[in-house]
């Protein structure tokens, strides 16, 4: 069982720069590879990012490639989202999942524990 909690979600103006993280509970951190993904109102929840177990391979939704920046430090339980150049279409909230399985997904059905969310507000 792994528990997750997200948090650094706010208001910025466009242009400005946001770090989301993501907290995870339990030992077995670095077993899981991790993703965040966002809904946006009315809309379907979307990938964002995702990384590796060991932080050596990360992908990126075509939407976000060059402004956004998923990393991750097993020692201190920990994924983050640097976020940087915001726009209006990034409002959303953000989530965090994590798969137990080695290979990366952009697909919501493949993570088995999800976050509460944390609230993105990009003003224009």
């Known amino acids: 069982q792994v528990q997750l909690v997200e948090s650094g979600g706010g208001l910025v103006q466009a242009g400005g720069s946001l770090r989301l993280s993501c907290a995870a509970s339990g030992r077995t951190f670095s077993s899981y590879v991790m993703g965040w993904f966002r809904q946006a109102p009315g809309k379907e929840r979307e990938f964002v990012a995702a990384?590796?177990?060991?932080?050596?391979?990360?992908y990126y939704a075509d939407s976000v490639k060059g402004r956004f920046t998923i990393s991750r430090d097993n020692a201190k339980n920990t994924v983050y989202l640097q976020m940087n150049s915001l726009k209006p279409e990034d409002t959303a909230v953000y989530y965090c999942?994590?798969?137990?399985?080695?290979?990366?997904?952009?697909?919501?059905?493949?993570?088995?524990?999800w976050g509460q969310g944390t609230q993105v507000t990009v003003s224009s």
């Open positions: 990384i590796s177990r060991s932080a050596g391979n990360t």
């Open positions: 999942a994590a798969d137990h399985a080695p290979t990366l997904s952009i697909e919501t059905y493949d993570y088995d524990y």
